[in-house]
């Protein structure tokens, strides 16, 4: 909190607010330049909101300085619109990552317990992480038809034009491939195509990027595909989207050569190993060659090498059971702490982050680092002035490592956190207890909806992709809707209320703003209308209730069925209600912590009123029940004794894919219980209530995945 951005608006004259006001625009016009056309971004994206969010305020306290020409005053054209989108039909991955051995010997004997192998050995693919960007291309008998950046995962960019024009990647595969074939893989610059690219920029005034990953994503987001023939990209093929056929291939290493056969580059330094020791081998053996392979790589993916194993390992959330990334370690540079600024996010928790003196740190320039709590600022003993040591690892936010004393580090004084929350409430900060019982070390304010910085952070996340996702109704236009004195969205309800509102109001009318026209007005009133029938899992996720993420959301979506069913459940639960807490820890996952978090925001009378007022405007469909078509749909389960063929997880996981629902012990309500060898007083149990009683063998036919 030392730049003039910490100043309270209303404390400040005009003149120093036209003079903060001007500098703001140029800011913000220049990040917009460097994003928007040069693929540069030059502020993180809490950056570039903290700019744009102050100018903001600013304006609502100084409209008589607002400019015409402010950036405020657009909306939209963001580089979403520079090209078309592809929905991948197979999401594409992310991997989960690894920074230590430890964390391998682990992924390796998850492995083997999930399989239960006892012992038997289990082969995996090793090969360098290409630094570069994924990309899916399709062939369609044979013949390049499209290709989409990786997006979000579910959704990229369409960049067919410009892949068409990178050497590595072959337009007609030989007759005997898929009708349909998505090949996946990375796009990279080697070292010397970089150098010499950069050295041509420097020369002739061209742009010159910070590194070859840069370099490369810049190359290709070109809208005009003479630029991308131009620079010198390549491909390494290493995995595979959508395929029509069976495809005989049964492991990873047979398919990626075959994609050498096929014509693709494909990475020499791939080899099959069958322990974490033999993994981790390979790592060293990468990490000592890493500067002489002539391109990027940030680390070594492990992957289980038999693709039906893989596909009984299957996902946690949206990453591979079967597939992790060794990274290597991070990179770090000295430099100056000049100040530290709290931030607050959409759950109220007051983050420091630490502004720094510029330095490069891997070939990328760090301006700030997170300090993650008081606690840390505490014991780093870190004062604005002091030497710092930044630290980098990949994609992972910089933080600081440590505090290089110097004499005049004493006479410093140490940072003080705030003790009320930055909005205009002042409201507490408190430390809210941990799972364990303990004091957090994270400082959230008390004030939930009617803060005003969680306000606007819940309903970004209320129209994010995962949650209502309002096509046209993006975190800028939130912003904007939020600050808009003529049809303000301030709470989610009034998303809902929009159209009417704007058809109250012929004065000031939305399509007459800049920014939007008749035509961007009406796509965002259907797509509003669209979204007032919503999921129940859609629904208890965008409400932002802490500790209910996505998947818990599913959870209690599938549990409950109804959005009544869930509503009533939580107000009984704070009403004290110890049934209804207990119904609701029984389902998988749910814990302690989500049920404090759920009676935490139905307790709040904001919150309610918000909710209540929300309710009104939606359709709430009752929750898609898992597959209803199975053999076992709908019936609950109990596993008891061993198994033999897989691990209790995996069982649990196919039962529940199959639409059962597993339960630990055996009731009137258990329609099947699964015996195994050590079976004992449920087995005894379910014969007393005269449950059906299965073998292993007996389930695995029932079920069809014998
Ligand atoms: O080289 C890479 N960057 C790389 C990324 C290699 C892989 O085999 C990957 C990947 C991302 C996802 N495999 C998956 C499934």
């Not at 004259?13 to 056309?37: F, G, T």
């Not at 959330?317 to 990274?327: D, E, G, L, Q, Y």
């Not at 809902?496 to 109250?504: I, M, Q, V």
């Not at 389902?587 to 009123?609: C, K, L």
Request: proline letters at 5%.
């Amino acid at each position: 909190m030392t730049s003039s951005a910490d100043t309270p608006v209303d404390t400040l004259s005009p003149l120093e607010a036209s003079a903060e006001i001007a500098r703001l625009s140029e800011a913000i016009r220049e990040a917009d330049r460097l994003y928007y056309q040069d693929d540069a971004p030059s502020l993180s994206d809490a950056d570039y909101d903290r700019l744009r969010l102050r100018l903001i305020a600013l304006e609502a306290q100084f409209p008589e300085l607002v400019r015409p020409d402010s950036p405020t005053r657009k909306v939209g054209a963001g580089p979403s619109e520079k090209f078309e989108k592809i929905r991948h039909v197979v999401p594409m991955l992310s991997l989960d990552n690894a920074f230590s051995e430890e964390d391998v010997v682990d992924f390796v004997g998850r492995v083997h317990k999930f399989l239960a192998t006892h012992g038997q050995p289990v082969t995996f693919t090793a090969e360098p992480k290409i630094d570069g960007l994924s990309l899916s291309i399709r062939y369609e008998g044979g013949r390049l038809v499209s290709a989409a950046t990786r997006g979000d995962g579910a959704e990229g960019e369409n960049v067919t034009a410009n892949v068409l024009t990178i050497a590595d990647v072959p337009q007609q595969l030989p007759g005997d491939v898929p009708a349909v074939l998505e090949v996946r893989g990375e796009v990279y610059m080697s070292h010397a195509d970089f150098a010499a690219l950069n050295a041509k920029a420097e020369a002739f005034g061209g742009k010159v990027f910070a590194n070859p990953r840069n370099a490369a994503a810049g190359s290709l987001r070109q809208l005009d595909p003479k630029i991308t023939a131009s620079r010198p990209l390549k491909f390494f093929a290493y995995a595979w989207g959508e395929i029509s056929a069976d495809w005989a291939v049964e492991t990873q290493f047979d398919r990626v050569q075959a994609f050498g056969r096929w014509g693709f580059s494909v990475n020499p330094r791939m080899v099959r190993c069958s322990s974490a020791e033999e993994l981790l081998a390979v790592y060293r053996g990468l990490e000592a060659d890493r500067a002489g392979l002539g391109y990027d790589i940030d680390g070594v993916v492990y992957k289980v090498d038999r693709i039906d194993l893989q596909t009984r390992l299957g996902f946690v959330s949206r990453s591979p059971r079967w597939a992790i990334a060794h990274k290597f370690p991070a990179e770090k540079a000295r430099t100056v702490l000049e100040g530290i600024d709290v931030q607050v996010g959409r759950t109220g928790a007051h983050t420091p982050v630490a502004r720094l003196t510029p330095v490069t740190v891997g070939g990328v320039v760090v301006t700030n680092a997170t300090l993650h709590n008081a606690d840390e600022i505490e014991r780093l003993d870190a004062r604005i002035g002091d030497t710092v040591i930044v630290q980098r690892a990949g994609d992972v936010i910089p933080q600081i490592v440590e505090v290089v004393k110097d004499d005049a580090h004493d006479g410093r004084s140490p940072f003080e956190f705030p003790h009320v929350c930055l909005c205009d409430l002042a409201t507490p900060l408190v430390r809210e207890e941990t799972a364990a019982g303990e004091e957090g070390k994270i400082r959230r304010c008390t004030g939930e909806f009617a803060c005003p910085f969680q306000r606007q952070e819940h309903l970004r996340h209320f129209v994010s992709r995962r949650a209502f996702d309002i096509e046209g109704l993006g975190e800028k236009q939130i912003e904007f809707f939020f600050h808009d004195p003529d049809l303000p969205i301030r709470e989610p309800s009034d998303i809902f209320t929009l159209a009417a509102r704007n058809a109250e109001n012929p004065l000031k009318k939305l399509e007459n703003k800049e920014g939007f026209g008749a035509v961007s007005v009406a796509k965002l009133f259907s797509a509003i209308e669209a979204r007032r029938t919503v999921s129940l899992e859609r629904f208890v996720f965008a409400l932002g209730i802490r500790n209910v993420g996505e998947t818990t959301a599913k959870q209690l979506a599938r549990a409950y069925g109804s959005w009544s069913a869930f509503h009533d459940a939580a107000e009984k639960i704070v009403a004290g209600d110890g049934v209804a807490r207990e119904e609701m820890d029984a389902i998988d996952q749910i814990g302690e912590t989500v049920i404090d978090s759920i009676a935490a925001y139905f307790r709040e009378p904001h919150n309610r009123a918000i909710v209540e007022k929300l309710v009104a405007h939606l359709t709430i469909l009752d929750a898609e029940k898992p597959k209803a078509d199975t053999a076992i749909a709908g019936k609950t389960v109990v596993f008891t004794g061993s198994l033999e063929k897989m691990t209790r997880d995996e069982a649990k996981a196919q039962a529940e894919r199959l639409g059962a629902k597993v339960a630990g012990s055996v009731s009137a309500k258990t329609h099947i219980v699964v015996a195994g060898p050590g079976a004992g007083s449920k087995l005894a149990k379910a014969q007393a209530l005269g449950v059906q009683v299965l073998s292993e063998d007996e389930w695995l036919a029932l079920v069809g995945e014998g």
